[in-house]
């Protein structure tokens, strides 16, 4: 500042000009930077897509509906007065899960906390969910869901059997996602009864292919077809890496096949889906036949495999094969260990 004389004889002081323009000028720039700080932070900060948004207050709702038809004498815990909750209260739902009562307050309000499989599992016992319950829980909290070890079906309902029965002269299967055979029609047992597989022991579809001769093998073009069986398996090994039964299982076939153990060994992965295959029978040659797979409710991880002639002349020898077995079917033959 500047003393300047004023009309009176006095000092008048005068604010230098270029002192608060410098200073409005740095304030000026600090608060663009700011800004601009900011609005890179909010344009960093991932957006959650709408489902993942809406999956929280489905999962508040979720809680709040089971807890409500959980009673205390449900879970050994006396009634108490004066119980204005329906079911378990928010607090007791926390003791009985070991859980601290403000995370699962939280938890319950759909707030975007993190929540592990073994803190899921204990609340999914406390409000006794049934296994789909469970999975449900894990969708709606955003945690990855892994089946129970060894979980994997091996039976089919003679619903299921009876729907692949109906589909002759179509060939049909069900198959877990290990290759196990849990059923198979009759135009299935026929084109593939292989000759010395039925002493094997082991009705899997995977073991028979990598355990027959070339000769005794139905599927054509096998260094073709069975790669892609195996990358088909290891898409399905990822749910249940380290389960006493796949390990086993992989460990298994890899012994009795080194060709199997190699392509296990690279690592490729697909998923399942439709395929045009060649199949062989001595009785009528060769037939090309496209593959479906339809999934089946109440059963995670199977799948109804059905098999349609690509051509005319496929179709034929299909009508052919049932003709014949109409004839010639051996009374005592099982299904044990056909191939796909």
């Known amino acids: 500042m500047t003393g300047i004389a004023g009309d009176d004889g006095g000092l008048t002081m005068a604010t230098n000009t270029s002192s608060v323009t410098n ?16 609005d890179r932070a909010r344009a960093a900060k991932p957006t959650r897509p709408a489902s993942a948004q809406r999956r929280r207050p489905e999962l508040a709702a979720f809680l709040r509906s089971r807890r409500a038809r959980v009673t205390p004498a449900d879970v050994g815990m006396p009634p108490g007065l004066r119980r204005r909750t329906p079911g378990l209260r928010r607090e007791e739902v ?47 909290a955003e945690v990855p869901f892994e089946t129970e070890p060894g979980a994997l079906p091996r039976r089919v309902a003679p619903g299921v059997q009876g729907i692949i029965d109906a589909l ?24 593939f009864a292989v000759r010395k597989a039925r ?32 990358a088909t398996l290891r898409s399905a090994y990822g749910r249940h890496v380290g389960e ?20 296990w060994a690279s690592g490729e992965v697909i998923p399942p889906g439709p395929r045009v295959k060649t199949f062989r029978h001595a009785a009528v040659g060769d037939m090309r036949m496209t593959s479906q797979s339809l999934s089946i409710d109440g059963m995670p991880e199977c799948r109804i495999v059905a098999y349609t002639p690509e051509d005319e002349e496929s179709r034929e020898k299909v009508t052919l094969l049932r003709e014949r077995r109409e004839r010639l079917w051996p009374p005592e033959y099982t299904t044990e260990n056909p191939a796909p």
């Open 244 to 263: 006493p039964a796949w390990e086993e299982y992989i460990r298994a076939l890899s012994a009795a096949s080194p060709w199997f153990a190699q392509l």
């Open 168 to 191: 002759d002269p179509l060939l049909a299967v069900v198959y877990n996602s290990r290759y196990d055979i849990l059923a198979a029609n009759p135009a299935y047992r026929d084109l």
């Open 23 to 38: 200073t409005t000028n740095t304030t000026d720039t600090t608060s663009t930077a700011a800004a601009r700080t900011a």
């Open 199 to 230: 002493g094997i022991g082991v009705p899997n579809a995977l073991w028979t292919l990598f355990t027959v001769t070339d000769e005794d093998c139905p599927v054509v073009h096998r260094e073709r077809e069975l790669p892609v069986m195996v």
């Open 94 to 140: 926390a003791q009985l899960s070991g859980v601290g009562v403000t995370w699962y307050t939280w938890l319950e309000q759909g707030r975007p906390i993190n929540a592990s499989p073994q803190v899921l599992d204990a609340v999914a016992r406390t409000l006794r969910l049934d296994a789909p319950e469970r999975e449900h829980l894990y969708r709606l």
